[in-house]
């Protein structure tokens, strides 16, 4: 079995993760001197916590998951190559005015 795995099933996106392969690079941090004291602590908190860890801000201080950004940025980049995404152009104003101000009426 591969380290990382991606399926669909049942209209669900399943990820396998290698748990030894994972909690490796869980500890591998630079300069990060990182032991496992309990397994099973470190395994539950990191389960309960995996979709909400902040990852940045955004435009109005709203904290964004890490795994906003990452879906985020899939479905960007399938846009970008058209991989069953389109990418819908925004309108440009056809006035002189400041685009910012534009509102497309």
Request: glycine share 8%; hydrophobic share 35%.
């Amino acid at each position: 079995m591969d380290a990382f795995t991606a399926t669909r099933r049942d209209g669900k996106i399943i990820l396998e993760l290698d748990e030894q392969t994972w909690m490796r690079d869980a500890l591998s941090g630079p300069g990060d001197a990182l032991t496992i004291t309990d397994r099973e602590q470190f395994l539950r908190f990191a389960l309960q916590n995996i979709f909400t860890l902040t990852h940045d801000v955004d435009d109005i201080d709203q904290p964004n998951s890490w795994w906003l950004r990452l879906a985020q940025a899939l479905g960007k980049t399938a846009g970008s190559i058209e991989a069953g995404v389109h990418k819908t152009e925004a309108p440009v104003p056809t006035c002189r005015c400041d685009p910012e101000e534009y509102d497309g009426g």
